[in-house]
Protein backbone atom coordinates (compact mmCIF):
# COMPACT_ATOMS: atom_id res chain seq x y z
CA UNK A 1 0.00 0.00 0.00
CA UNK A 2 1.32 3.43 -0.76
CA UNK A 3 1.25 6.08 1.79
CA UNK A 4 -1.18 8.34 -0.51
CA UNK A 5 -3.78 5.35 0.21
CA UNK A 6 -2.69 4.64 3.50
CA UNK A 7 -3.90 8.80 4.34
CA UNK A 8 -6.95 7.52 2.70
CA UNK A 9 -7.82 4.41 4.55
CA UNK A 10 -7.10 6.38 7.77
CA UNK A 11 -9.45 9.44 6.76
CA UNK A 12 -12.47 6.58 5.47
CA UNK A 13 -11.69 4.92 9.01
CA UNK A 14 -13.94 8.04 10.67
CA UNK A 15 -11.65 7.85 13.03
CA UNK A 16 -9.54 11.48 14.54
CA UNK A 17 -6.26 11.76 13.38
CA UNK A 18 -3.21 13.59 15.11
CA UNK A 19 -1.25 15.91 13.10
CA UNK A 20 2.25 16.14 14.90
CA UNK A 21 4.04 19.42 14.19
CA UNK A 22 7.76 19.43 13.12
CA UNK A 23 9.35 22.80 12.56
CA UNK A 24 12.91 22.60 11.04
CA UNK A 25 13.00 26.39 11.70
CA UNK A 26 15.02 28.64 14.25
CA UNK A 27 11.81 31.37 14.20
CA UNK A 28 8.82 29.14 14.82
CA UNK A 29 6.45 30.83 18.00
CA UNK A 30 6.11 27.80 20.20
CA UNK A 31 9.18 25.37 19.33
CA UNK A 32 11.75 27.36 17.14
CA UNK A 33 15.37 25.54 17.21
CA UNK A 34 14.20 22.70 19.02
CA UNK A 35 14.13 20.56 16.03
CA UNK A 36 16.27 21.54 13.47
CA UNK A 37 19.08 19.15 13.57
CA UNK A 38 18.31 15.65 11.44
CA UNK A 39 19.04 13.70 14.47
CA UNK A 40 16.61 15.98 16.56
CA UNK A 41 14.04 15.93 14.04
CA UNK A 42 14.27 12.17 13.59
CA UNK A 43 14.18 11.59 17.22
CA UNK A 44 10.78 13.81 17.70
CA UNK A 45 9.28 12.50 14.82
CA UNK A 46 9.63 9.07 16.33
CA UNK A 47 8.26 10.34 19.61
CA UNK A 48 5.52 11.95 18.25
CA UNK A 49 4.46 8.39 16.20
CA UNK A 50 4.84 6.34 19.38
CA UNK A 51 2.66 8.77 21.20
CA UNK A 52 -0.35 8.36 18.45
CA UNK A 53 0.27 10.67 15.18
CA UNK A 54 -0.66 9.25 12.45
CA UNK A 55 0.77 12.31 10.55
CA UNK A 56 3.86 14.30 10.82
CA UNK A 57 3.79 17.41 9.57
CA UNK A 58 7.46 19.13 8.67
CA UNK A 59 7.96 22.36 8.03
CA UNK A 60 11.22 23.99 6.59
CA UNK A 61 9.69 28.03 6.94
CA UNK A 62 7.94 29.85 9.60
CA UNK A 63 4.72 30.82 9.62
CA UNK A 64 4.33 33.09 12.54
CA UNK A 65 2.81 36.33 12.46
CA UNK A 66 5.34 38.84 11.10
CA UNK A 67 7.78 36.13 10.18
CA UNK A 68 10.13 36.59 7.23
CA UNK A 69 9.66 34.21 4.41
CA UNK A 70 12.29 31.61 3.60
CA UNK A 71 13.19 30.83 -0.21
CA UNK A 72 12.39 27.38 -1.00
CA UNK A 73 15.98 26.08 -1.91
CA UNK A 74 16.39 27.28 1.65
CA UNK A 75 13.03 24.80 3.02
CA UNK A 76 14.30 22.12 0.67
CA UNK A 77 17.79 22.20 2.17
CA UNK A 78 16.15 22.02 5.53
CA UNK A 79 13.26 19.09 5.01
CA UNK A 80 14.27 16.82 2.51
CA UNK A 81 17.23 15.16 4.59
CA UNK A 82 14.93 15.10 7.72
CA UNK A 83 12.07 13.50 5.22
CA UNK A 84 14.35 10.29 4.21
CA UNK A 85 15.15 10.02 7.15
CA UNK A 86 12.21 10.06 8.79
CA UNK A 87 10.34 8.32 6.40
CA UNK A 88 12.69 5.22 6.50
CA UNK A 89 12.37 5.09 10.10
CA UNK A 90 8.71 6.01 10.77
CA UNK A 91 5.70 3.06 11.08
CA UNK A 92 3.93 2.20 7.49
CA UNK A 93 0.22 3.61 9.37
CA UNK A 94 1.99 7.07 9.63
CA UNK A 95 2.29 9.49 6.84
CA UNK A 96 4.35 12.61 6.12
CA UNK A 97 3.16 16.09 5.13
CA UNK A 98 4.87 18.99 3.75
CA UNK A 99 4.09 22.62 5.25
CA UNK A 100 4.71 24.46 2.21
CA UNK A 101 3.44 27.15 -0.10
CA UNK A 102 5.82 26.11 -2.62
CA UNK A 103 5.15 23.54 -5.46
CA UNK A 104 9.55 23.36 -5.74
CA UNK A 105 9.50 21.97 -2.32
CA UNK A 106 6.29 20.36 -2.42
CA UNK A 107 7.57 18.44 -5.34
CA UNK A 108 11.16 17.45 -3.86
CA UNK A 109 9.46 16.59 -0.44
CA UNK A 110 6.78 14.17 -1.99
CA UNK A 111 9.76 12.54 -4.25
CA UNK A 112 11.21 12.22 -0.62
CA UNK A 113 8.50 10.47 0.81
CA UNK A 114 6.06 13.16 1.86
CA UNK A 115 2.34 12.38 0.62
CA UNK A 116 0.30 15.48 1.64
CA UNK A 117 0.74 18.84 0.93
CA UNK A 118 -0.42 21.35 3.62
CA UNK A 119 -0.52 24.90 1.95
CA UNK A 120 -1.39 27.99 4.20
CA UNK A 121 -2.45 29.85 0.87
CA UNK A 122 -4.72 27.65 -0.49
CA UNK A 123 -2.86 27.37 -3.77
CA UNK A 124 -3.30 30.73 -4.03
CA UNK A 125 0.88 31.73 -3.63
CA UNK A 126 1.70 29.43 -6.23
CA UNK A 127 -0.76 28.00 -8.32
CA UNK A 128 1.62 24.51 -9.90
CA UNK A 129 1.07 23.37 -6.42
CA UNK A 130 -2.13 22.30 -7.60
CA UNK A 131 -0.96 20.77 -10.74
CA UNK A 132 1.47 18.91 -8.45
CA UNK A 133 -1.42 17.80 -6.25
CA UNK A 134 -3.50 16.41 -9.29
CA UNK A 135 -0.64 15.00 -11.13
CA UNK A 136 0.88 13.03 -7.91
CA UNK A 137 -2.56 12.04 -6.26
CA UNK A 138 -1.35 13.78 -3.37
CA UNK A 139 -3.80 14.91 -0.71
CA UNK A 140 -3.60 18.75 -0.01
CA UNK A 141 -4.87 21.04 2.50
CA UNK A 142 -6.54 23.94 0.95
CA UNK A 143 -6.27 26.80 4.52
CA UNK A 144 -7.93 30.36 4.95
CA UNK A 145 -5.38 33.17 5.57
CA UNK A 146 -6.07 37.04 5.65
CA UNK A 147 -2.99 38.62 3.99
CA UNK A 148 0.40 37.11 4.48
CA UNK A 149 2.56 35.18 7.60
CA UNK A 150 4.05 39.13 8.00
CA UNK A 151 1.16 41.21 7.65
CA UNK A 152 -1.99 38.91 8.79
CA UNK A 153 -1.97 40.53 12.04
CA UNK A 154 -2.18 44.12 10.99
CA UNK A 155 -5.41 44.74 12.00
CA UNK A 156 -7.40 41.69 10.32
CA UNK A 157 -11.39 42.23 9.68
CA UNK A 158 -14.39 40.50 9.03
CA UNK A 159 -18.48 41.72 8.63
CA UNK A 160 -18.78 37.47 9.19
CA UNK A 161 -15.76 35.84 9.59
CA UNK A 162 -17.56 32.35 9.47
CA UNK A 163 -19.62 33.36 5.84
CA UNK A 164 -16.56 34.87 4.50
CA UNK A 165 -14.38 32.05 5.32
CA UNK A 166 -16.73 29.40 4.01
CA UNK A 167 -17.17 31.07 0.70
CA UNK A 168 -13.73 31.42 0.59
CA UNK A 169 -12.56 27.57 1.09
CA UNK A 170 -15.55 26.61 -1.43
CA UNK A 171 -13.79 29.14 -4.25
CA UNK A 172 -10.49 27.56 -3.11
CA UNK A 173 -12.09 24.06 -3.60
CA UNK A 174 -13.76 25.11 -6.73
CA UNK A 175 -9.75 26.38 -8.33
CA UNK A 176 -8.39 22.99 -7.04
CA UNK A 177 -10.84 20.64 -8.81
CA UNK A 178 -10.51 22.21 -12.16
CA UNK A 179 -6.92 21.77 -11.74
CA UNK A 180 -7.56 18.44 -11.84
CA UNK A 181 -7.69 17.47 -8.30
CA UNK A 182 -10.00 14.91 -6.97
CA UNK A 183 -12.57 15.74 -4.38
CA UNK A 184 -11.08 12.95 -2.00
CA UNK A 185 -7.82 14.54 -2.58
CA UNK A 186 -9.29 17.54 -0.73
CA UNK A 187 -8.57 19.17 2.76
CA UNK A 188 -9.87 22.32 3.99
CA UNK A 189 -8.56 24.18 7.22
CA UNK A 190 -10.30 27.55 8.31
CA UNK A 191 -7.15 29.18 9.48
CA UNK A 192 -7.45 29.67 12.97
CA UNK A 193 -5.21 32.01 14.23
CA UNK A 194 -4.33 33.78 10.26
CA UNK A 195 -5.42 36.62 9.81
CA UNK A 196 -8.07 36.53 12.60
CA UNK A 197 -8.48 39.03 15.94
CA UNK A 198 -9.67 36.77 18.84
CA UNK A 199 -13.53 37.31 18.57
CA UNK A 200 -12.86 35.57 14.93
CA UNK A 201 -11.05 32.44 16.54
CA UNK A 202 -13.61 32.18 18.64
CA UNK A 203 -16.59 32.27 16.74
CA UNK A 204 -15.09 29.74 14.18
CA UNK A 205 -14.47 27.40 16.93
CA UNK A 206 -18.50 27.48 17.67
CA UNK A 207 -19.10 26.88 14.28
CA UNK A 208 -16.62 24.37 13.05
CA UNK A 209 -19.90 22.10 12.20
CA UNK A 210 -20.86 24.28 9.24
CA UNK A 211 -17.12 23.45 7.74
CA UNK A 212 -17.58 19.46 8.66
CA UNK A 213 -20.90 20.27 6.67
CA UNK A 214 -18.87 21.09 3.29
CA UNK A 215 -18.70 17.40 2.97
CA UNK A 216 -14.11 17.63 3.22
CA UNK A 217 -12.25 16.55 5.79
CA UNK A 218 -11.52 19.42 8.10
CA UNK A 219 -7.92 20.03 9.44
CA UNK A 220 -7.97 22.40 12.75
CA UNK A 221 -4.60 23.81 13.87
CA UNK A 222 -4.94 25.67 17.63
CA UNK A 223 -1.96 24.53 18.82
CA UNK A 224 -0.79 26.75 21.78
CA UNK A 225 -2.08 29.81 19.60
CA UNK A 226 -1.64 32.71 20.79
CA UNK A 227 -5.75 33.79 21.46
CA UNK A 228 -5.62 31.10 23.70
CA UNK A 229 -2.46 31.99 25.58
CA UNK A 230 -4.29 36.32 25.75
CA UNK A 231 -7.75 34.07 27.71
CA UNK A 232 -5.12 32.67 30.35
CA UNK A 233 -3.06 34.73 32.95
CA UNK A 234 0.90 34.05 32.21
CA UNK A 235 -0.33 30.32 30.77
CA UNK A 236 2.49 27.59 30.88
CA UNK A 237 3.05 25.18 28.04
CA UNK A 238 1.16 22.22 29.96
CA UNK A 239 -1.84 25.33 30.21
CA UNK A 240 -1.85 26.20 26.28
CA UNK A 241 -1.56 21.79 25.70
CA UNK A 242 -4.67 21.74 27.60
CA UNK A 243 -6.20 24.27 26.11
CA UNK A 244 -5.44 23.02 22.67
CA UNK A 245 -7.16 19.67 23.79
CA UNK A 246 -9.68 21.18 24.91
CA UNK A 247 -10.59 22.44 21.04
CA UNK A 248 -9.40 18.85 19.71
CA UNK A 249 -12.12 17.24 21.91
CA UNK A 250 -14.83 20.24 21.11
CA UNK A 251 -13.39 19.56 17.04
CA UNK A 252 -14.17 15.98 16.93
CA UNK A 253 -17.56 16.57 18.42
CA UNK A 254 -18.32 19.19 14.99
CA UNK A 255 -16.42 16.43 12.59
CA UNK A 256 -13.34 17.80 12.92
CA UNK A 257 -11.21 14.89 10.92
CA UNK A 258 -7.75 16.03 11.59
CA UNK A 259 -5.85 18.09 14.44
CA UNK A 260 -2.36 19.63 13.69
CA UNK A 261 -0.53 19.97 17.37
CA UNK A 262 2.55 20.29 19.01
CA UNK A 263 1.45 17.62 22.06
CA UNK A 264 0.79 14.36 20.54
CA UNK A 265 -0.15 12.44 23.63
CA UNK A 266 -2.45 15.14 25.51
CA UNK A 267 -4.22 15.43 21.87
CA UNK A 268 -4.68 12.10 21.09
CA UNK A 269 -6.36 11.14 24.49
CA UNK A 270 -9.12 13.78 24.15
CA UNK A 271 -9.44 13.09 20.35
CA UNK A 272 -9.99 9.28 21.42
CA UNK A 273 -12.58 10.13 24.14
CA UNK A 274 -14.44 12.86 22.39
CA UNK A 275 -14.49 10.46 19.37
CA UNK A 276 -15.89 7.64 22.03
CA UNK A 277 -18.68 9.73 23.25
CA UNK A 278 -19.79 10.87 19.69
CA UNK A 279 -19.80 7.66 18.48
CA UNK A 280 -22.46 7.10 21.11
CA UNK A 281 -23.98 9.55 20.63
CA UNK A 282 -24.68 8.67 16.48
CA UNK A 283 -25.81 5.01 17.72
CA UNK A 284 -28.65 6.85 20.10
CA UNK A 285 -32.36 5.91 18.74
Known amino acids: MTYKKQFQQNIQSGKPLIMGILNLTPDSFS???QFNTPQHALERALQMAEQGAN???????????GSVRVMPEQQIDRVIPVIEAVRSQLP?????SIDTTSSNVARAALQAGASIINDISAGSEDPKILQLAAQTHASISLMHMQGTPGTMQD???????VEEILEYLQQRITVALDAGIAPEQIIIDPGIGFGKRRVDN???LASLDQFSALGYPVLLG???????????????QQQ????????????????????RVHDVEENRIAADLAYTIRQSKDTMV
Do not use: W
Not at 56 to 63: A, C, K, L, M, N
Open 92 to 96: DRCCI
Open 31 to 33: DGG
Open 240 to 259: LALSTAMTTALGVMSGVRIF
Open 155 to 161: NPHYNNV
Open 202 to 204: LQL
Open 222 to 236: TSRKRFMGAMLENPS
Open 55 to 65: IIDVGGESTRP
